[in-house]
């Protein structure tokens, strides 16, 4: 049985982009001054898609449960109709476990660490795994599609292989 250690690699933009968006506050963002200077707007450009197929956006909240590193990872999902964005609202950080878009390929997962002051939007059928965070319980709004159609696709990791999750 072959194993494949999945480094946690800090996230930004230039490393997550063909996976989705990074949301923050990054210095290369476009920043507006908004209500009459109360508020800095920071555009992140990340959109929301989820109407094909006659799809609504929803907004979940989901509590997660903290892991332990080493992580061995089982499955990866992905959703090929919609766009799912997580935003963490506490202060604990979180990881996310990506794969390209297309034919699923095990070997070319990657790992991230999310601060919890970052946010990401998965591109549509983008492979991932469920949201997972450390340390304690972290809450996260999920914006995503709601419809009749399933949106959500599972695979399982070649039984040949393991796949490990670590600093």
Not at 109 to 120: E, G, K, P, T, W
Request: hydrophobic share 35%; proline share 4%.
């Amino acid at each position: 049985m072959s194993t494949l250690l999945l480094k946690l690699r800090p996230l930004c933009q230039e490393t997550f982009y063909e996976f989705g968006d990074v949301i923050d506050d990054s210095e290369k963002r476009k920043i507006d001054e908004i209500n009459y200077g109360h508020t800095l707007k920071i555009q992140c450009d990340s959109i929301v898609d989820t109407h094909l197929q006659n799809g609504r956006t929803v907004i979940n909240l989901y509590k997660t449960r903290p892991i332990e590193l080493p992580f061995e990872v089982k499955k990866m999902e992905r959703h090929p109709i919609g766009t799912q964005a997580f935003i963490n609202i506490d202060d604990n950080p979180a990881i996310v476990i990506v794969g390209k878009r297309g034919e699923f390929d095990a070997t070319e997962l990657r790992a991230f660490l999310v601060r919890s002051d970052q946010a990401i939007n998965y591109h549509k059928g983008t492979w991932h795994h469920h949201n997972l965070c450390l340390d304690s319980s972290t809450r996260f709004i999920v914006v995503e599609r709601d419809g009749l159609e399933g949106n959500c696709e599972e695979i399982d990791i070649p039984k040949n292989m393991r796949v490990l999750v670590d600093f």
